[in-house]
């Protein structure tokens, strides 16, 4: 009697624990399948550097393009491999915006950091000369349509105030000073804010 009842106990305990299990493996399986799907847009985006290393910028594009639209949310180097390809195919103000994002994300450290500052000084030259022949514009794409990763520290130097944490307003006698109504007292930003700064989504504080 004793032993069917620890029977009757076992199986109502089996029953009502494996929905949760159910659902644990069923999460697990969802993380590896994400997983894997990023493991496989980063391989798209190393071909592509490869392809624009060779100078087939217009495949690269096609693929950089392919990895913004599906990965879910954009990994550093990406902003600095969009911005490069996107001045060797001509598009100076799209490049400008990735390879500033690049700068914001990564600071002065950045592994691209040289390679950046210099496209965005040749890309800024050539809006200028774009600027006063006046051609025609092709439809750019442009970070602020995208999530950002800012990386594992999640926080990114407040481009605003550039991290001083105060903004200074030059009056014509003195200049004002205020502190910064977007990061907080370090100077940083959370990543969640960051991405709705480039939205013109964050509200000051
Ligand atoms: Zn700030």
Known sequence: MIARYTLVFIVALFFTEAPAQDRSAAEEY????EQRKRADLLRVMDSAVTMMDEGRYEVADQKLIYVLNNIKSIPSDLTFYFGKNSFYLNKFKQSIDWLNKYIQLKGSTGQFYAEAVGLLKQAETEIVKEQSRNTAKVKEVLSSEYEID???AGKVTCPVCKGTTVLIKKGAFENQYKTCPYCDKHGFLTCAEYNL?????LEPK
């Open 197 to 201: 700064l480039i939205k013109g989504q």
């Open 30 to 33: 969802r993380i590896q399948l």
């Open 150 to 152: 800012c990386g594992p």
